[in-house]
């Protein structure tokens, strides 16, 4: 039987606006840190912060518009806003960790205290808040290091890459790259083209162990080992034994702990096997290790029919770190389904809405509705509005519907939908007022 596959990466990207208009699973701010030896913090600062991200699961089935996602920081009366991605400095420094540059631009009272809120917000959400208190120090004289809270990194037995290191200065340093007593390598610096007196050097370890780096009059080290680590991978859905009542979609998501290596091309695949026998195999050698957090992928499946189903997931880097996983799951007739649809969103174009009071002026008005019926339900089928004593139907396609009334005068409007199993949503109700 023929196969209909349609994969879309969702490469989570969360500070950019991405072209696909839905996504399943939102941004979740685990933790913010400072990135400097103390809260102390020099008179000019500039302030770097590590975000510990993650995903965060909605409620099964529904999906949220993408939204901007807003970097808010405060420090006294300084206040400023920033859409990440767009209009501030940042960089990916593991597959859940984002470290965010934030120049100040105001010189600080030696000594004095100060609170620092930050707060990170994905449209009007707010998504994680948390405060600090700062105190200006006359540190200027010596370099201001990023990097010093690094505890381990790992480098691959196959692959190589340079890693990238800040400090804050007033001008460029030479650094001394020392292994037990020795300097085993000295390595320039360079300014970064987008802030003043912030500058980086690269360097790559080629063996594991201890490595100290000397900058000017302060050093940090870091300790080197071999990645050994499987990768993982998380089936979204379908979770073990579930079932579905239509065919649907098969959503998983992955990320290298050690974020290093990448995946291996040749050896990473999604198989589904039906009635015990191989129904697809797919090669995920799309996968790759752009993504600011840790992506997930959404695959459409013409499955063949109802019955037993088995999905093997196996992903492998290319040091033959390995991970299987494997979810069984099946698909039954779409009237089994016993759980009702549900409408998520109703707009009125055009008109003003104040709780469940639509205000309007005489004519034509366009209403929106979004619907859901889960992610195993049979699909909504159709949606059903009644107004001025008449009852109209809408087939739906997909998870939107929209059409047009004619408002001569004030009444009630309702709208509710309808699943492929005839089970009915709660009613949504509104009472039209004509200005």
Known sequence: ?????????????????????????????????????????????????????????????????????????????????????????????????????????????????????????????????????????????????????????????SLSRSYRFFFYYDKPLEVYVVKGSEVISNVKSYEDLRFKNLYYFDYSFSEPGYYRFVVGDCSFGVSVSFDTIPPSFELLYPTNNSVFYRTNRVAFKWSDPVDFVGVDKA?????????????????????????????YEVCYFDLPGEGIYVAQLSYSDFDGNFTNVVINFSVKN?????????????????????????????????????????????????????????????????????FFVDIASSGVFEVFCEDFAGNRSDTFRYDVVVK
């Open 334 to 402: 779409s009237s089994e389904d016993k759980e009702k649809p549900r409408i998520l969103n109703v707009a009125f174009e055009g008109a003003k809405v104040v709780s469940n009071e639509v205000r309007l002026a005489r004519g034509r008005v366009l209403v929106n509705v979004r619907v859901d019926d889960g992610i195993y339900g049979s699909g909504v089928k159709k949606v059903v509005y009644r107004y001025d004593n008449e009852t109209s139907e809408m087939l739906v396609f997909g998870d939107f519907v929209q």
């Open 1 to 157: 039987m023929r196969t209909f596959l349609f994969c879309v990466r969702l490469a989570f990207v969360v500070f950019f606006v991405v072209s696909f208009s839905f996504y399943i699973y939102s941004i979740k701010v685990e933790d913010i840190s400072i990135v400097n030896f103390t809260n102390f913090v020099s008179q000019n600062p500039f302030f770097v912060f590590e975000m510990t991200l993650g995903i965060e699961n909605h409620d099964e089935g529904i999906e949220a518009e993408h939204e901007h996602v807003i970097f808010e920081f405060s420090l006294g009366r300084y206040k400023k806003k920033f859409v990440l991605g767009e209009d501030l400095l940042f960089e990916r420094v593991g597959t859940n960790r984002v470290r965010v540059f934030v120049p100040y631009g105001v010189s600080l009272k030696l000594g004095k205290d100060y609170n620092l809120r930050l707060r990170v917000s994905e449209g009007h959400k707010e998504v994680f808040k948390k405060d600090f208190v700062v105190k200006a120090s006359s540190v200027s004289n010596i370099p201001y290091i990023f990097t010093n809270n690094l505890e381990n990194v790992y480098i691959s037995k």
């Open 267 to 295: 050896n990473s695949f999604l198989k589904i096997y039906y009635q015990n026998n191989l129904f697809t195999n797919v090669n995920l050698a799309y996968l790759n290790k752009e993504s600011i957090v840790m992506p």
